[in-house]
């Protein structure tokens, strides 16, 4: 079966420092990959994806994460933290190779120190 | 533009009591919808999913069911609520399966 594992359920950063969520996923098979966000009370919002073409993906709120296959990981950056990028982060897989199910990691809490 | 609305935003609820919560999505045709729940401070549980009217899959057992009444509509019941049924609850819809999903702005529900 198809796993994503988020390293670091909490991460701290200061503001205007950078920001890197990891996330690997165990496949053979390159996967479609995606990084979400929620905010406290809130439904989940696509932040980028991956699914073919350029492996390093350009998202919003100035997020970018790259496809790495021969790591098969696809960490999330930014370059200056926000203390609005607070919130929760959610790396998921999906693809012909899952059986188009979609796979979710546990999350990673992101805090921003002012 | 295509949009999710889920219904009510929040809900408390005594043990036993019956549930329904609705989703609905505008924009698109012919939707593949999902139910999540997330418990507190916890992931993303599948509950169920649907690719046409009337045809569900279950991805978990429990006292939960789904049902499709209308292309767009999806709705998640109960007949009787327990105090583990407490959580956030999050409608999704793709235009495939595998394909990136897109959520509701979820509903609390607190059964007491």
């Known amino acids: 079966a198809q796993s994503v594992t988020q390293l670091g359920s909490h991460v701290s950063v200061s503001e205007g420092a950078l920001v890197l969520l990891r996330c690997n996923y165990s496949?053979?098979?390159?996967?479609?990959l995606f990084w979400y966000v929620q905010y406290p009370n809130q439904g989940l919002q696509l932040l980028l994806k991956?699914?073919?073409?350029?492996?390093l993906v350009k998202g919003i709120n100035g997020f970018e994460a790259e496809f790495k296959k021969s790591e098969t990981s696809f960490h999330l950056t930014k370059p200056s933290a926000h203390m609005s990028d607070a919130a929760e982060y959610f790396c998921?897989?999906?693809?012909?190779?899952?059986?188009?199910?979609?796979?979710f990691g546990t999350g990673t809490s992101l805090t921003v120190i002012p | 533009s295509q949009t999710i609305h889920q219904w009510p935003a929040t809900l408390v609820q005594p043990v036993g009591s019956p549930l329904s919560l609705e989703c609905t999505v505008e924009?698109?045709?012919?939707?593949?919808l999902y139910w999540y729940r997330q418990a507190a401070g916890r992931g993303l549980q599948l509950l169920f999913y649907s690719v046409g009217i009337g045809q569900i899959s279950s991805e978990v057992p429990q006292n939960l069911s789904a049902s499709r009444p209308q292309d767009r509509q999806f709705i998640l019941s109960s007949k009787k609520l327990l105090l583990s049924d407490s959580g956030f609850y999050l409608c999704a819809w793709s235009v495939n399966r595998g394909y990136e999903q897109y959520f509701g702005p979820g509903t609390r529900l607190t059964v007491t």
């Open positions: 998921a897989v999906s693809g012909p190779n899952t059986g188009n199910q979609f796979y």
């Open positions: 991956y699914t073919t073409g350029a492996t």
């Open positions: 496949s053979s098979v390159p996967p479609y």
């Open positions: 924009g698109t045709s012919n939707p593949n």
